[in-house]
């Protein structure tokens, strides 16, 4: 049985793979999280034909779940949306992305921060074979054991079993050596480097003109691939291509690459055509900050001066202009920069791409309906999207969103301040980001700001993230039918969430679902 370990963090998946009957697991590049990391997995799933998935699940010293345990069952309940044939195990770790580093500081070769992850994931998935083998070896001794008692009469042909053994863990190791051989050659020229903006000039990041000229197949490709130093193996990268892309061809053409693209990146590259580098893509996902976009901004190329002029612009003369009813004129652009995955030309300027986010947040307003919905509910335009930003943040899915968003209202309507602890955090990320001052949850809860709405009543001074669209919506159409009379609301430890009228109750939910998650530092 073939396997794939995952080590599931927040930014990256480390990825690794193993068959059963070898029991040796293997790094792979990691995937990065962008909002298409579910496509990604299952695309090497398919390629490897693999429905069976191995998942760190973290513990605390004591041995307990924690939040980040809880992050990974529900990454995994995704995964199992987007494989519904996914087979999903579980494999207990502590601090294996530490061990991970010290073994590749070991190795003393150079490695970037995707290569830690991997590692983790590949010790996570041996653990987890180990375990496997382990339990297999018991079972297998206890019957041998059943069997001499039984008295049988063994016939004298163990010589020839023990040679047939020999050959086979021979292959067997031939075998897994083969795919390590493999997998590294997979690995990018230079494996130490996450090729920033600012390292465009770096040998490592600089690009490099790369030609196919038209009849050339993928051995001749291949071979010009490592005369120029792009890949590892010419031989590797051909077997590859042909396990990978059955079908496909790679267009003629120039193509901008460097050393620190691995082979599946580049092949990707050829097959996909992208020779024109003057185009790229930014994602922004819902939830995010203005200081998320300004790091993605940031990542792909705009310096720091261009991103400030464009984001302290006055865009109220533009035709979406009227998205900024109710917006005081020195608020910033907190919760306009609408999530969705978008292509610039290079030349486009900062200006371009945030006049972009705003009219496709307008478009979204525009479609739905919103404004009018939103004052149905006695709030502009502004209050609207502040509410919706905070109910994007508490809750996990549309269900939610409008059952979040009612009780919100019933507490408006009751004269009951908002209490949203995740407002709270907005405001301490915004005076202490590093806790140095706000040490404990105590000092955290009573920190004076406007968007403290545990202590202020009423909406918070402004959105804290970008409300996507299905927040948005259900925050303009709120579930009064299941939630008319709740007043409280939680997310328990097992990922649900928990609703409540009296603050008996919300305490009683407290004490059923949520022991660790109600406790986190915010």
Same mark, same amino acid.
């Given at each position: 049985?073939k ?10 998946i ?13 790094p792979?590049?990691?995937?990065? $999280? ?19 998935? $191995? ?7 004591s041995g ?6 809880q992050?990974?069952?529900?990454? *995994? ?13 579980f ?8 061990e991970?580093e ?11 921060k995707g ?5 983790a ?6 653990d987890f ?17 059943r ?11 163990h010589?020839?079993?023990?040679a047939l053994?020999v ?9 897994g ?5 493999? $997998?590294y050659?997979?690995?990018? $020229?230079?494996?130490d ?14 690009f ?8 050339e197949?993928?051995?001749?490709i ?6 120029a130093?792009?890949?590892r ?5 051909q077997?590859?291509f ?6 496909s ?5 120039e ?27 930014l +994602?922004?996902?819902p939830?995010?900050?203005e ?17 400030m ?22 608020a910033?652009?907190e919760g306009?920069?609408?999530?969705e995955?978008?292509e ?11 006049k ?5 947040m ?6 739905n309906?919103?404004k ?26 549309a +269900? ?7 009780v ?6 009751a ?7 995740v ?11 590093n806790?140095? +001052? ?10 004076d &700001? ?9 909406l ?36 649900l ?10 305490r ?9 998650l109600? &406790?986190? *530092?915010?």
């Amino acid at each position: 049985m073939k396997l794939i370990g995952l080590d599931v963090g927040t930014k990256r998946i480390g990825v690794a793979k193993a068959d059963s009957n070898v029991r040796v697991a293997v790094p792979y590049s990691a995937v990065e $999280v962008d909002g298409n990391e579910f496509d990604k997995i299952a695309s090497l799933a398919r390629a490897w034909d693999i429905n069976c998935f $191995v998942l760190g699940l973290p513990r605390n010293n004591s041995g307990e779940e924690t939040k980040q345990s809880q992050a990974v069952r529900q990454f *995994a309940a995704e995964l199992k949306t987007a494989i519904p044939d996914a087979k999903i195990c579980f494999q207990d770790e502590s601090l294996t992305s530490v061990e991970a580093e010290k073994r590749l500081k070991k190795r003393k070769k150079s490695y970037k921060k995707g290569d830690i992850d991997s590692e983790a994931a590949t010790i996570i998935l041996q653990d987890f074979l180990e375990q496997h083998a382990s339990s297999k070896s018991i079972s297998k001794a206890t019957a041998a054991k059943r069997h001499s008692v039984k008295g049988a009469k063994q016939p004298r042909t163990h010589h020839l079993a023990t040679a047939l053994v020999v050959i086979l863990l021979t292959l067997a190791l031939g075998c897994g050596a083969g795919y390590v051989f493999f $997998v590294y050659n997979l690995q990018p $020229v230079f494996t130490d480097v996450d090729c920033e903006p600012e390292d465009a000039e770096t040998e490592p990041c600089k690009f490099i003109t790369f030609k196919v000229t038209e009849g050339e197949g993928v051995s001749d490709i291949a071979l010009n691939l490592k005369d120029a130093g792009l890949i590892r193996n010419s031989v590797v990268f051909q077997l590859y291509f042909r396990l990978s892309f059955s079908g496909s061809t790679i267009k003629s053409g120039e193509y901008q690459l460097n050393r620190a693209m691995s082979t599946e990146e580049i092949a990707k590259i050829l097959v996909g055509g992208t020779i024109d580098t003057n185009v790229f893509s930014l +994602t922004v996902l819902p939830g995010s900050t203005e200081a998320d976009v300004k790091q993605a901004l940031l990542k792909v190329g705009y310096t720091e001066d261009q991103i400030m002029v464009a984001l302290d612009q006055d865009y109220s003369d533009q035709d979406f202009g009227w998205l900024f009813e109710g917006k005081p004129a020195e608020a910033s652009l907190e919760g306009y920069l609408f999530g969705e995955t978008y292509e610039f030309y290079r030349s486009d300027d900062a200006e371009t791409v945030v006049k972009r986010m705003l009219s496709e947040m307008a478009k979204a307003v525009e479609e739905n309906g919103l404004k009018d919905k939103f004052a149905e509910h006695g709030l502009n335009l502004y209050q609207g999207i502040t509410l919706a930003s905070i109910v994007q943040k508490e809750a996990n899915n549309a +269900t939610d969103y409008a059952r979040v968003a009612q009780v919100f209202y019933n507490r408006l309507a009751a004269n009951m301040t908002l209490g949203s602890d995740v407002t709270t955090q907005y405001a301490l990320n915004l005076v202490d980001p590093n806790r140095e +001052t706000y040490k404990d949850n105590a000092a955290a809860l009573g920190v004076d &700001s406007p968007y403290n709405t545990r202590k202020y009543p009423g909406l918070p001074y402004g959105p804290i993230s970008n409300p996507g669209v299905e927040a948005l919506v259900a925050t303009a159409n709120p579930d009064n039918e299941f939630a008319h009379e709740y007043l409280f609301f939680l997310t328990g430890d097992d990922g649900l969430m928990y609703y409540s009228a009296t603050e008996e109750g919300h305490r009683q939910n407290v004490t059923d679902h949520c022991q660790n998650l109600c &406790s986190v *530092a915010l």
